[in-house]
């Protein structure tokens, strides 16, 4: 069976839906194949690898995408993960399940790292309680 394809959207490509597709390769088990992009291209934000590496996950290899690195895929899962992709977003035709799931941005919480660390871990759990939802557990 082949693996279901999801492609995680963001605006900038560097905290949220860099976890959610770190996470979702993780839980979602050998079935899935998960990928980010964002209407723009930055940088992976290192709190967002950091709260991936307290839970065990890596993604300190992930760069920042755009979309136009994905052009001609196909994807069985768009998800945009916030209001910018979503308005922005091209519209995938042949089976794609398009879905939006907004997230709280964690990068834009101002203070020291040791205040801004609760935010990316709170968006973190949210992201991955609701990925196991939304897919189901794979592993």
Not at 89 to 104: A, N
């Amino acid at each position: 069976m082949p693996k279901k394809k999801v492609l995680f959207l963001c605006t900038h490509n560097s905290c949220r839906s860099q976890m959610a597709e770190g996470l979702a390769n993780h839980l979602l088990g050998s079935g899935f194949e998960a990928h980010s992009a964002g209407t723009e291209s930055t940088r992976v934000n290192p709190l967002a690898i950091k709260v991936l590496a307290e839970i065990g996950i890596d993604i300190s290899m992930h760069r920042s995408k755009t979309l136009d690195e994905f052009d001609g895929e196909s994807f069985d899962y768009v998800v945009t993960l916030c209001g910018d992709a979503n308005d922005k977003c091209p519209l995938y035709i042949g089976g794609t399940q398009r879905c939006h799931h907004g997230f709280d941005d964690p990068s834009r919480r101002v203070g020291t790292e040791e205040e801004v660390l609760p935010e990316f871990r709170r968006v973190r759990d949210e992201i991955k309680f609701w990925i196991l939802e939304y897919f189901g557990g794979g592993k």
